[in-house]
Structure formats: structure tokens, C-alpha cells
């Protein structure tokens, strides 16, 4: 059997990819089920890390979402345009700025970021690989994990679930990876970023299409990221700010809870919006539908974590950061591959 804990993108992609593979004996635990990355906007860009280091991150991760789009038959997946907007804030005059959905088709080329690049709907995503996982014979069971041990899992509610000799657990569970310093003894520098997001529910002010806008940062710290979706909502995050939560949070007692950490930056990203006149005026702009926030794993380095630790039946995969969704398959074929014993498609990348 393979236990995986976290059923978020990494830990769903990876029991996909162990199906896949044939593996039928599969237990995936969360304490709060699957989709929990479904705050997050997943955007996806084959090319955005063209020239750093997470450039082959991904160049591989981008071809593994138009595979599972395709295969899973997601509704929300789409290739976008993506553009960045790097001179609103430099015009001599924002009053005469023309709001950016009544640019015309040529005019937004001019700040086309080249490469391609994608939006899904991140709960769609998780759920369905959970699904098909589950139709392969994987279990899928609410529960969260107080402590691993040598040959066993110490629940939250103080039952222990035995392990057999050499019985991989995959450990998947974003920030929260970072209890295995406790468990293990090893150094697992994972801090959390808590990154506030607000959505209209119908909202189109980039146009019909779906597609992205990236602008600089402003002279209030923002720089703001939105997002035309498929189903006609609108997702605007960057809201500068972000507040970091450190790994030693996660190893303590208390689970932080996003929805009651939400920092008070929707108003001021609302007024950065009017005065760079990018949009419409905020004086016609309802109230967003949602204001939310999800927790990304940042690692110290924002480079993922993934591996096998030692030359135990322990495996570990986090620390995506903002791109945890565009690489999360990604790192979940790898951990899948390294348990099968099968080539990798690139080499683990820290540990």
C-alpha cells in the first residue's frame, strides 16, 4: 500500500499517477478532504521561468495540464493569452488612460507575453484526479496525521495505523510538510505565504475571452494579477503585502485558517484599480462576490521540495509557492515514478 497525506494538487496528482501506473493500493488522507489549493487561480505558463532556474520546471509541467485536460475532460481548462501591462502607472496623464477592454486586438499585443499559457479551475482539477484515482481502486479518507513513526501513522484521534516493511508515505501536505521536522528530525524549511484574492461572480472588464493581465507594482505596493476566467468571473489577486507564516505555525497545535486571516487589502487594491484608471472607475464596480485567501508553501529558496528522504520509505513533495498548481502534476509524476522505479521525467531538485 501507498499512503499519501494531502490531497491537494501534488497529493491527487500523485495517486493519479501511481494508478496509472497499476498501482491499485492507494489511501489518501486530509484532514478537510481534497481541493484544498481551490482559493488559488491557477494560472499555468509553460514559459514564465524562460531564463531562471525554474525554467525546465516548467517547460515539463506545462504538456502534463494539456494531458490531464484532455484526458480528464476538464471544462474549465483553457489556453490564454497573457499580458503585462508595464507602463500604467508611467502615463503622464492616467485621466486620458483608456480602460483595457476597450483596447482593440493590435493595441493588447503590444503587451502579449509570449509562450503559451492556461487558467482551470483548480478544484475541478484536484477532484477529478481524486476521482479517477478512486476509480482505480484508491481510498480516500478525512483524517489528518499526528505523527509518523518508524513502522506506523499516529492519528489526530490517537489510533495508529501499522505499516508494512518498506510501505512508501508520500508526504503532500503543503505547508503542514514541515511537521516532519518534528517526526524526523530533518530539516524541512517550509513557511507559508498567505496570498488574498477577491472575485466577482460575472464580472468581465478584460474582455469576452478568457485571458490574463499582469501589472507592475504600484506606488502602493500592489501588483495586481487578474484574471478572466472561463465561467465569466473575475479573479484579481497581488494585493500586496502578503503575510508570512512561519514553518513553526505549522508544527504547532493550531491549524491556520485563511478565511480568518484575511488581511484588509481589497479596499485598497480596489482604489489602486481606480487611479490607474486600468478598469472602469470603482464607483461602478459592485462588491466582490468572495474575498478569500489560500496558504502557498514557500520554500527558502521557492524551489519545490521533492524527494525520498534518505534511503527510507519516506517521500516528500512541496514548496510550489505561487506555481504549486502549474508544477503540482509534476511533482506528483516524479514521487509516482520514484516509487515505481521508473525514469524521471527530470531529476529531483532538492532535499
Known amino acids: 500500500m501507498v499512503v499519501i497525506l494531502g490531497a491537494g494538487i501534488t497529493g491527487a496528482s500523485t495517486a493519479y499517477y501511481l494508478a496509472q501506473n497499476g498501482v491499485v493500493d492507494i489511501t489518501v488522507m486530509d484532514a478537510i478532504g481534497p481541493a ?7 494560472f499555468l505558463s509553460e514559459s514564465w521561468g524562460d531564463g531562471s532556474k525554474r525554467e525546465k520546471l516548467h517547460r515539463a509541467a506545462f504538456p502534463l495540464h494539456l494531458d490531464l485536460a484532455r484526458d480528464l475532460g476538464l471544462h474549465s481548462f483553457c489556453e490564454i493569452p497573457a499580458y503585462h501591462k508595464v507602463d500604467i502607472f508611467q502615463a503622464q496623464d492616467l485621466e ?11 493595441q493588447k499585443q503590444l503587451y502579449q507575453k509570449p509562450g503559451r499559457h492556461a487558467l482551470v479551475d483548480p478544484e475541478e482539477l484536484v477532484t477529478s484526479l481524486i476521482k479517477e484515482a478512486t476509480s482505480k481502486g484508491a481510498r480516500l479518507e478525512t483524517n489528518s496525521v499526528a505523527r509518523i513513526m518508524a513502522q506506523s501513522l499516529v492519528l489526530d484521534d490517537g489510533t495508529m495505523r501499522n505499516l508494512e516493511d518498506e510501505e512508501p508515505v508520500v508526504v503532500a501536505m503543503g505547508p503542514w ?20 484574492s477577491i472575485v466577482w461572480d460575472h464580472l468581465q472588464l478584460l474582455g469576452e475571452e478568457p485571458s490574463a493581465l499582469f501589472c507592475e507594482e504600484d506606488l502602493y505596493g500592489y ?9 465569466k468571473s473575475l479573479y ?18 493550531d491549524r ?6 484575511v488581511p484588509s487589502r481589497p479596499d485598497a487594491a480596489l482604489r489602486s484599480l481606480d487611479k490607474s484608471h486600468l478598469l472602469v472607475a470603482t464607483s461602478e464596480l459592485s462588491s466582490p462576490d468572495l474575498v478569500r485567501a489560500c496558504i502557498r508553501p514557500m520554500s527558502p529558496d521557492g524551489m519545490p521540495i521533492v524527494g ?13 509557492g505561487q506555481w504549486g498548481i502549474t508544477w503540482g502534476p509534476l511533482l506528483g509524476q516524479l514521487v509516482a515514478n520514484m516509487i515505481c522505479g521508473k525514469a524521471l521525467p527530470l531529476s529531483p531538485l532538492s532535499l
Open 256 to 261: 491556520p485558517i485563511p478565511g480568518k486571516e
Open 177 to 196: 510538510t514541515s511537521r516532519l521536522e518534528d517526526w524526523l528530525q530533518i530539516p524541512m524549511p517550509i513557511d507559508g505565504v498567505l496570498s488574498t
Open 223 to 231: 501588483h495586481l494579477e487578474i484574471f478572466q476566467r472561463y465561467d
Open 36 to 42: 484544498t489549493c481551490s482559493k488559488a487561480a491557477a
Open 236 to 253: 484579481i489577486s497581488g494585493l500586496g503585502n502578503s503575510k508570512s507564516i512561519k514553518a513553526s505555525v505549522f508544527r504547532g497545535p
Open 96 to 106: 486620458q488612460t483608456i480602460p483595457w477592454h476597450q483596447l482593440d486586438q493590435e
Open 308 to 320: 525520498n528522504i534518505g534511503n527510507s520509505n519516506i517521500f516528500v513533495a512541496s514548496g510550489g
